[in-house]
């Protein structure tokens, strides 16, 4: 059994990947290898076509949405320490938040906040 050279979680011989050198469980390997994009025309316009249908979001998602809502516009190092997530899991959900329109980043002096959108 290995640790996870980002997150310290136990792994198993199968379940470990190697990413330059570190050993990695599979959803830090995941959160290095897939970065989304948040500004993606494409994924604004297939998330539209979804939007007959009911809204199915995850729990992170729910949370960065809630959260916004009742204190925000808020940095993303605020939301992270508020959820207890990293910002690599906010970045990846709030992607999805921002292609579904119900989320926005904005410029706001020299920082980045959160908000409805």
Request: glycine share 8%.
């Amino acid at each position: 059994m290995s640790k996870c050279r980002n997150c310290g979680a136990l792994i198993e011989g199968e379940e470990i990947y190697g990413f330059f050198g570190e050993s990695l469980c599979e959803d830090c390997y995941l959160e290095r290898m897939v970065k989304l994009v948040t500004c993606d025309p494409w994924a604004v316009w297939g998330a539209r076509g979804t939007q007959e249908k009911a809204l199915q979001l995850t729990a992170i998602q729910e949370q960065i949405l809630n959260l916004i809502k009742s204190a925000g516009p808020l940095e993303a190092s605020e939301i992270c320490r508020r959820l207890s997530i990293s910002e690599a899991q906010f970045q990846n959900n709030f992607a999805t938040l921002r292609h579904m329109e119900l989320a926005r980043g904005f410029k706001d002096g020299d920082k980045v906040r959160y908000t409805l959108f």
